[in-house]
């Protein structure tokens, strides 16, 4: 379905995600795994505009970000998706010009918050809405998992139980009551998705002790949210949560620092740690975003005390947001 244009600059928030929960599948045939995560938007997030496009081609600017746009650029990709899913949807001769997107860059890139996936989801959407054409929701979630794993989860806008290789996403209600606060904490150490997965499958001491215990926690975490679950009580699921993701051996083994640097965080935070995807990101749950800031000034004076290991290219990033929502939240 194709409507008017929209001519006005789109604006579009794109969140980091969090995995609350990773439950890793043996590897299939055609490459990937099978996943069972439950995962959050948080309030980390960049910001995109997109708008009618002067030029011959699509263009990026960032901001935020050193150095020019990649060629690969998950924003132009998340554009030439929806293109390509347009003109299968509304015929080869709809009028789907040039785009100029310009995009602000907070979150970390390659910290496991997936900040590319989700720049990538909001140029999709923007560049239909810029168009005026409307997709079925099969063919906008085909159209995000052509350009990343990560992406569909993004469509959702809200917590969801993400399955298959991510293209499979059920959405899930919010947290009840204050909205959690959660603190981020990212070294400045590179891990790569890949060589993590590559690393589970191929070494034996990289695989978690009990496989079968992340997906028990994960199945759980999501029949808990669909049922209604406070940010309080998410909270006290952090021991368990923390846990819960196939990948924390792999990570480890590729960089040890990490680990280091999560027992540290541990010790000075008195609470459970968890590691979102495969890092380098860590995260603690908290009540509220107050408490989730006062944790994160805290860990800011340590880690200029020197109290916090910080390997890696500059002191690590400490940032406290809260949950995002979600259905009925």
Do not use: C
């Not at 001769?93 to 890139?109: S, T």
């Not at 191929?202 to 209604?228: I, K, M, T």
């Not at 890092?279 to 004076?301: K, M, N, Q, R």
Request: no cysteine.
């Amino acid at each position: 379905m194709i409507a008017e244009p929209d001519l006005h600059p789109i604006v579009r928030i794109a969140p980091a995600k969090v995995n609350l929960t990773l439950a890793i599948g043996p590897r299939r045939p055609d490459g990937y795994h099978e996943l069972h995560s439950v995962m959050v938007p948080i309030g980390l997030a960049d910001r995109l505009s997109v708008s009618r496009g002067h030029g011959a081609e699509d263009s990026l600017h960032v901001t935020g970000e050193d150095g020019p746009p990649r060629p690969d650029d998950l924003v132009l990709r998340g554009i030439a998706a929806a293109r390509a899913a347009a003109r299968r949807s509304v015929g080869p001769g709809a009028e789907l010009g040039p785009l100029a997107a310009r995009l602000e860059k907070r979150i970390p890139i390659a910290a496991g918050l997936a900040g590319g996936s989700s720049d990538a989801a909001a140029a999709l959407e923007a560049a239909l809405e810029a168009w005026g054409v409307t997709l079925a929701g099969h063919d906008r979630i085909a159209a995000a998992a052509s350009v990343g794993s990560d992406v569909p989860f993004f469509l959702a806008h809200g917590p969801a139980l993400v399955e298959g290789r991510g293209e499979q996403v059920t959405p899930l209600r919010g947290l009840r009551g204050e909205p959690a606060g959660i603190l981020v904490v990212t070294p400045r150490l590179h891990v790569s998705t890949a060589a993590a997965f590559a690393r589970l499958d191929e070494d034996p001491d990289a695989a978690p002790a009990d496989r079968a215990s992340s997906r028990v926690s994960s199945s759980h975490l999501a029949d808990e949210l669909r049922a209604g679950l406070r940010a309080d009580d998410l909270v006290l699921r952090a021991g368990v949560l923390s846990t819960a993701n196939d990948l924390v051996n792999a990570t480890a083994t590729l960089v040890p620092e990490l680990r280091r640097v999560r027992r540290g965080l541990a010790r000075l935070l008195g609470r459970p740690v968890g590691q979102s995807g495969s890092g380098p990101t860590l995260w603690a749950l908290y009540p509220s975003a107050t408490d989730a800031e006062a944790a994160a000034s805290a860990l800011a004076v340590a880690q200029a005390e020197g109290r916090l290991e910080a390997p890696g290219d500059g002191p690590a990033q400490i940032i406290a947001t809260t949950i995002g929502g979600g259905r009925d939240g």
